[in-house]
């Protein structure tokens, strides 16, 4: 049964309150679309809080309610399901560094997740709320990219899918609408010959944010031959992306064969980097060209991760 409690909640310390009209805990995901159709503007969804909290209490926006996703076991799920996985958006940073499922067919995800903040932050942030903030500095979307994910969108009339390239649309701005959830990312599962390499740049070990992160992940035919490449990168740019020239460039081609240095050029002329106090635009370049090499150069000599 849906718990509902209004203006006044005991168990959420740090919310006093008075300060919105409903608070809501759907048990099951119809409950909560439901619950959108009928108020999803005055709604805000909360997963593990650990963006929307910091921002709440900041005081960068008002929300009159919230949608606690936490009750709803099905989005807490991982499952292998054929030739995919199925992550539920409610499944933690921790639950994706220690399952042997995700750490075996998607090794960038798990090491992505182990580099997000802290403990505390991994044990509450969940995959669905990285997603749906939408930083183009966001530890798992590199990776979600490079693997082609596609994330399930549902509302009270619809399931929809969509891949994940198409739903980030600048900074923190993604399609997702106020009468819309995630409710899981589908992955394919990768194919043999598959090998990938990710690599986060931040100003300090814990709590920091990405400088410039990368996931590239390349599928080698018996020929060693390239079959696909996908270099993917974060905080370079207003959304996580996908440089496509790198594709262009080595799809059919043997590692040996290719000068990495070339490669990393392309990736630095194809990113467009802020400046801020995490870097300058010359520096992040500078950064993507070198990380892009390493990256290509561990994987030349058959090294993963
Ligand atoms: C100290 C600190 C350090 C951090 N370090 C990192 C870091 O190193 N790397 C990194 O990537 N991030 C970092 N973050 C950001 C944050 O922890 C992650 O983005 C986290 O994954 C957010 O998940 P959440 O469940 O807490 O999302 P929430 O804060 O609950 O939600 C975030 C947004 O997503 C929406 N949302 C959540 N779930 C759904 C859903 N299923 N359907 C629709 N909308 C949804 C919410 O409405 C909200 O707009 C850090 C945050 C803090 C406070």
Redesign the pocket.
């Known amino acids: 049964m849906m718990k509902e409690y209004i203006g006044n909640v005991k168990n959420r310390p740090g919310i006093s309150g008075k300060d919105f009209k409903g608070y809501f805990v759907p048990e099951t995901i119809k409950e909560a679309v439901e619950l959108l159709a009928d108020k999803g503007d005055e709604l805000?969804?909360?997963?593990?809080?650990?963006?929307?909290?910091?921002?709440y209490y900041e005081h960068l926006y008002e929300v009159s309610g919230w949608l606690d996703?936490r009750d709803i076991s099905q989005?807490q799920e991982i499952k292998v399901k054929e030739d995919r996985m199925e992550i539920g958006?409610?499944v933690?940073?921790s639950q994706l560094v220690n399952s042997f499922k995700v750490k075996d067919h998607f090794p960038l995800i798990s090491q992505?997740a182990e580099?997000?903040?802290?403990p505390q932050?991994?044990s509450?942030?969940?995959?669905?709320?990285?997603?749906?903030?939408g930083?183009p500095?966001?530890?798992?979307?590199p990776p979600l990219l490079a693997y082609q994910a596609e994330l399930e969108?549902v509302d009270k009339e619809s399931k929809k899918r969509i891949a994940i390239e198409d739903f980030f649309i600048g900074p923190k701005e993604t399609v997702?609408q106020s009468d819309?959830?995630?409710?899981k990312i589908i992955i394919t599962l990768p194919q043999p010959g598959t090998l990938g390499s990710w690599i986060?740049i931040?100003k300090r070990k814990a709590?920091?944010?990405?400088t410039i992160s990368l996931a590239l992940v390349v599928r080698l035919d018996q020929q060693e031959q390239i079959q696909d490449i996908r270099a993917c990168l974060?905080a370079v740019a207003p959304t996580p992306l996908e440089i496509e020239e790198v594709r262009d460039k080595m799809l059919g081609r043997k590692l040996s064969e290719i000068d990495f240095t070339e490669i990393g050029l392309l990736v630095a002329e194809n990113i467009s980097p802020i400046d801020d106090i995490r870097g300058t635009r010359e520096y992040r370049k500078d950064i993507a060209k070198n990380l892009v090499i390493t990256a290509l150069k561990k994987l030349a000599s058959g090294g993963e991760g």
Do not use: Y
């Not at 819309?180 to 409710?183: C, K, P, T």
């Open positions: 805000e969804i909360l997963a593990g809080g650990t963006d929307l909290l910091v921002d996703l989005l958006a409610m933690t940073h992505a580099e997000v903040g802290s932050i991994r509450r942030g969940t995959i669905g709320g990285n997603i749906v903030t930083s500095a966001g530890d798992l979307l969108l997702i819309q959830m995630l409710s986060k931040g709590l920091a944010i990405s974060g």
